[in-house]
T-cell receptor, first 112, second 113 residues
Framework: AQTVTQSQPEMSVQEAETVTLSCTYD???????LFWYKQPPSRQMILVIR??????QNATENRFSVNFQKAAKSFSLKISDSQLGDAAMYFC?????????FGSGTRLQVQP | NAGVMQNPRHLVRRRGQEARLRCSPM?????VYWYRQLPEEGLKFMVY????????ESGMPKERFSAEFPKEGPSILRIQQVVRGDSAAYFC???????????FGQGTRLTVV
């Protein structure tokens, strides 16, 4: 079975500041991928960043980066220089041979 | 390359009617997933299909719900005899092969009145 846990229902950050969203997971598979998806008010699911489990180097996409701790089964998302457009629900997700399993989400508010 | 297309975007059904939700995956993608999202909640996995095969339907209610992904045409999620509790957003996603990121459609918002 796969499980994904996001323990922060809501987070808030000032514009231009940095925020970290937490995620832990569990899986019995050795080959898996981890993702962060963003869901703005439009409800469209947007892929933010992906991490292959076999890669030790943390993924980075512009202002978004992850801290992937494989032994601890932790996969946090760091958003630098936060912008108003970053306000959304953020979902951590895991896939192996099964379909994507999602966490319960973290609502990020960005204060001007 | 068009993205994942879902239609209709909004669907209103009376209790007891049937709802049919369609999903056309991205070109070259042979794996389709259906998720359900209630307001203020995460996405709950329903079913995972490949062409003409159901790979995993562990998230699908045993009654009234069915899904297919035929050799030709879109994937269909069918809900028979809808009830108010079926009101939700239903998202379809596709991927070229697992394990890979899934690309999502814009969802179908089903309202049962």
């Amino acid at each position: 079975a796969q499980t994904v846990t996001q323990s922060q229902p809501e987070m808030s950050v000032q514009e231009a500041e940095t925020v970290t969203l937490s995620c832990t997971y569990d899986t019995s598979e050795s080959d898996y991928y981890l993702f962060w998806y963003k869901q703005p008010p439009s409800r469209q699911m947007i892929l933010v960043i992906r991490q292959e489990a076999y890669k030790q180097q943390n993924a980075t996409e512009n202002r978004f980066s992850v801290n992937f701790q494989k032994a601890a089964k932790s996969f946090s998302l760091k958003i630098s220089d936060s912008q108003l457009g970053d306000a959304a629900m953020y979902f951590c997700a895991l896939t192996g041979r099964r379909a994507l399993t999602f966490g319960s989400g973290t609502r990020l508010q960005v204060q001007p | 390359n068009a993205g994942v297309m879902q239609n209709p975007r909004h669907l209103v059904r009376r209790r007891g009617q049937e709802a049919r939700l369609r999903c056309s995956p991205m070109k070259g993608h042979s794996h389709v997933y259906w998720y359900r999202q209630l307001p203020e909640e995460g996405l709950k996995f329903m079913v995972y299909l490949q062409k003409e095969n159901i790979i995993d339907e562990s998230g699908m209610p045993k009654e009234r719900f069915s899904a297919e992904f035929p050799k030709e045409g879109p994937s269909i999620l069918r809900i028979q005899q809808v009830v108010r509790g079926d009101s939700a957003a239903y998202f379809c996603a596709s991927s070229p092969s697992p394990p890979r990121e899934a690309f999502f459609g814009q969802g179908t918002r089903l309202t049962v009145v």
